[in-house]
């Protein structure tokens, strides 16, 4: 058997017994867990520096190497988000819903782990912790595979955290890693049909794309996030400038960040170039559409390739549009269905907007940027989902689960 | 463009239409649907006798015929099934779960239509009608690719629903018909990405191959069901005698039909040959492990091969157990995560086996045959997922939505 399918095997094994994990037992690993951390600190930083000596060597750029480097604080950020988790709600056992039929079967829709969750995913190291803990609270065994980059930091965290999951009585092998990074242990995961019940890919276009022509397991995407705020003619002036300068500034190079801004022509006049005065001073690039460029003469043509583009930069693509249908239609054209937002005072707008975008997530008066499984509330996250199958938008414990019908009789047969 | 292109084009902008719908309007177009399936009998029944004479002249079996032939009394079924898809809940804004944020965010999440459904069947041309109803009631557009021998009903169905549609104030795109049943057509379906939400494949093995193989669309599988029944120690003779019986021999080519019985060694001496007597005057082919042979000598010998195989057909497999905890790893082992019962009057033992048996439907002193959306109270079925992701079990309305999150803000942004 592969080294792959050797850690499918153990991985289901182990998933029988995470699924059947009292909270408490649960909670008490995921104590252990963070404790491990801080008392292994030294250890941590020490097989990091390996990777981020040997990434120098290979001449990684400054941000790859900022994303690898573990310090003491980074350490104790992991531990405390795995408290995080612990002190979320179990959702093993929700009963999500139940009815009694007239024959007089009760049936009940019960939240179940999904079984076998495998994470591919980049650099960054946090990213083992983060996954594992979520993994064992929702009772499901995890099979990590990060980058090559980080494989010394991987092993050393996983390391530590499989010894903290026997001490508080939960299996060890709930947790492992892939213990190469080659595209053939990748390839093998992608296609281990029966073995992996969810396959979650952490990564850019690269991974996305080998995952949708290779993968044979069932997998979730975090895709892209061409996220657009409308503001409407009603908006309120200040707010609007706020929400718009937060959803493109405040950290361009993510998901939730804001790439197209939809004026309404009744509001364009008197607030457009104020605000396009204020993004161009936080040093964004501007392309408009015509009417844009006549308020704001400094704006490059924007073309329909800037609507479809997904920046992760300091520019911004702006339209002003006639109407709240030509919003909704432009963002129903343009966008991948991530995170949308109106800015208005007038809930008929509010509510159509919400309604006829077609999105994961829709804001009214707030920033995109809050499309994130810890601003929801969710203590850590697993992905954003951009698909509209199982799980959409920010995935928290729940989105690792499935549900079960169990059925109570008394001897009932089918006629 | 192609005409599954077109299709998909105008279902998109039908489904824009059909997800904002009101529940009345809806409810109007279905009764309006049952309506005219009544008044344009005559129509139906003479388009379905071309089908039925093509069908005769091209030597189809005889159970083919009859799923294909179209009665007043089967339209009337169809016309049935329709209002009872009117009469249950609708499943669109629904508010899944809500919360408040520090910040002031205040968090729903609404169930919404997917989109674009697209169904692929077989001959039942029944099938044409119930997934309209569904689709519409949930606020979808729907595709629909029957097969060839079925076309002229489908066409005739098609046809007298979509105009029923417009009479109620729907858009008539909502239900498309792919008009030919060429292989090309199927194939350009499964790879329409970005057109279609929810691909669900009503069919054989060759047809879940073909959308494994090509499918770049989402789907869900309604796959194999190889069940199990499982007679506790402490089971009630005469009620494990009556599951077991109606399990197996009520619909033995249905995927909710038991394939497999397990019997705790401490009642095989008792109860076992009285049962294998009266499978074998029902007609059932018994094939048992040493155990069962040492008690029944008729039956053959069950290999692996058996405790593998979805009979559809009067032949059980037959296991004495030593455990419950045999019972549990068996059916994990060899079933399909489909549908599973135990016979107990033990609450302990009811317990264990609905927790780790890890299936669709776990059945507790009940038949495996309500396994079923009609049985579960959904009034039709969309079909029977045997994944985990998305939906598990038998699919009703909500199986065709998914969810948005809507967040209401007064200007917050990130800090």
């Known amino acids: 058997m592969s080294t792959v399918g050797e850690i499918c095997a153990k991985a289901r094994e182990a998933s029988r017994a995470s699924a059947t994990l009292s909270t408490e037992v649960k909670d008490r690993a995921l104590g252990a867990m963070a404790d491990a951390l801080i008392e292994r600190v030294g250890f941590l930083v020490e097989a990091n520096a390996e990777d981020v000596s040997r990434a120098r060597e290979g001449s990684a750029s400054n941000t790859v190497i900022d994303r690898l480097t573990l310090t003491e604080g980074r350490i104790a950020s992991m531990s405390d988000g795995l408290r995080a988790v612990a002190r979320q709600p179990d959702p093993v056992g929700e009963v999500v819903g139940g009815w009694k039929r007239p024959n007089g079967l009760l049936i009940e829709k019960v939240r179940v782990p999904l079984g076998?969750?495998?994470?591919?995913?980049?650099?960054?190291?946090?990213?083992?912790?983060?996954?594992?803990?979520?993994?064992?609270?929702?009772?499901?065994?995890?099979?990590?595979?990060?980058?090559?980059?980080?494989?010394?930091?991987?092993?050393?965290?996983?390391?530590?955290?499989?010894?903290?999951l026997s001490t508080a009585g939960a299996p060890k092998d709930a947790i492992q890693l892939i213990p190469d990074s080659g595209r053939e242990s990748a390839i093998e995961l992608m296609q281990a049909k029966g073995s992996i019940d969810l396959l979650v890919p952490r990564g850019g276009k690269d991974l996305i794309q080998a995952i949708e022509s290779n993968a044979t397991v069932p997998f979730i995407i975090d895709g892209d996030g061409n996220c657009h705020v409308y503001v409407d003619r009603s908006a309120d002036p200040q707010m609007a400038t706020d929400i718009v300068v937060n959803?493109?500034?405040?950290?361009?190079?993510?998901?939730?960040?804001?790439?197209?801004?939809?004026?309404?022509?009744?509001?364009?006049?008197?607030?457009?170039?104020?605000?396009?005065?204020?993004?161009?001073?936080?040093?964004?690039?501007?392309?408009?559409?015509?009417?844009?460029?006549?308020?704001?003469?400094?704006?490059?043509?924007?073309?329909?390739?800037?609507?479809?583009?997904?920046?992760?930069?300091?520019?911004?693509?702006?339209?002003?549009?006639?109407?709240?249908?030509?919003?909704?239609?432009?963002?129903?054209?343009?966008?991948t269905s991530n995170a949308d937002a109106i800015v208005?005072?007038?809930?008929?707008?509010?509510?159509?907007?919400?309604?006829?975008?077609?999105?994961?997530?829709?804001?009214?008066?707030?920033?995109?940027?809050?499309?994130?499984?810890?601003?929801?509330?969710?203590?850590?996250?697993?992905?954003?989902?951009?698909?509209?199958l199982h799980a959409r938008g920010p995935m928290g414990l729940r989105e690792l689960t499935t549900t079960k019908y169990v059925v109570w009789g008394e001897g009932q047969v089918r006629s």
């Open 116 to 164: 076998v969750v495998a994470v591919i995913y980049e650099a960054r190291p946090n990213v083992t912790a983060d996954v594992s803990g979520l993994c064992l609270k929702s009772g499901n065994a995890t099979i990590l595979r990060g980058s090559s980059i980080a494989l010394s930091s991987n092993r050393a965290i996983v390391d530590v955290l499989r010894d903290a």
């Open 247 to 335: 959803a493109k500034t405040q950290r361009p190079s993510v998901c939730n960040a804001a790439e197209t801004l939809l004026v309404h022509e009744e509001i364009a006049d008197k607030w457009l170039p104020g605000l396009l005065d204020d993004l161009s001073a936080a040093g964004v690039e501007i392309r408009g559409d015509e009417r844009t460029r006549s308020l704001w003469p400094e704006a490059s043509a924007a073309t329909d390739e800037d609507w479809g583009t997904e920046y992760l930069d300091l520019k911004i693509a702006v339209r002003v549009v006639p109407s709240l249908d030509d919003a909704i239609a432009h963002v129903n054209r343009w966008g």
């Open 344 to 388: 208005t005072q007038d809930v008929g707008a509010a509510r159509r907007f919400t309604t006829e975008v077609d999105s994961g997530s829709v804001f009214v008066n707030a920033s995109t940027r809050f499309s994130d499984g810890g601003e929801f509330g969710y203590g850590a996250e697993i992905g954003i989902s951009t698909q509209k």
